[in-house]
Each structure stands twice: as structure tokens, then as C-alpha cells.
């Protein structure tokens, strides 16, 4: 299949509720920077899902870079926060829809 994305599925760690102001400028910088570098779809937080922080939809050209980029999220870098990261396809009218 073409046009891989990866979705990170960020997930508080048992220290989230301590996270500083510091860290959230930092997350929201590193948002920045993969918006200006091209390597983010879409990005947002879930409410009402205990456990989950949010997601980033990453546009990378391996699995292995957007690890790289998990891996440097300040929320991850801190222990605020893990991922799991999983392929992403998106269906849409130029692609029939993945079928």
C-alpha cells in the first residue's frame, strides 16, 4: 500500500499530572516544528478517554523516522507520557477508498 502516515498515540504516564508549563511550551514548539518541516497531518487531544492524551498523524518517509520523532516529543523525552505507534492509511476518493 502507498502513502503510509503514522498515527502516535500518545498515553499519560502515571507522572502526567505533573507535567510544568515548560513542558507544555516544549510540546507545543515541537508541534510547531514538525508543522513547518512537513511532517505533521493533524494533531489533537481526546477528552473523555482516560488514559489518552492525544495523537499526532505523522507524515514521515519510514517507520523508523517517525519513531525518531516519537522518541523527541518533549512528553515522551520527560516520562509524562508514552506512544504506541501504528501505520496509518487514509481512505479517501483518489485511492477508491483502499480498495
Request: with cysteine; glycine share 8%; net charge negative.
Amino acid at each position: 500500500m502507498e502513502n503510509a502516515m503514522y498515527m502516535m498515540l500518545i498515553e499519560k504516564s502515571k507522572t502526567y499530572n505533573r507535567i510544568t508549563k515548560k513542558v507544555v511550551e516544549e510540546h507545543v514548539a515541537n508541534i510547531r516544528k514538525l508543522d513547518d518541516e512537513g511532517k505533521l497531518e493533524i494533531c489533537g487531544v481526546f477528552k473523555g478517554y482516560p488514559g489518552m492524551a492525544g495523537m499526532y498523524i505523522l507524515k514521515a518517509d519510514s517507520r523508523e523516522e517517525a519513531k525518531a520523532l516519537c522518541d523527541s516529543e518533549p512528553l515522551v523525552v520527560g516520562g509524562y507520557a508514552t506512544y504506541k505507534l501504528v501505520d496509518f492509511f487514509a481512505a479517501n476518493r483518489e485511492n477508491n477508498y483502499l480498495l
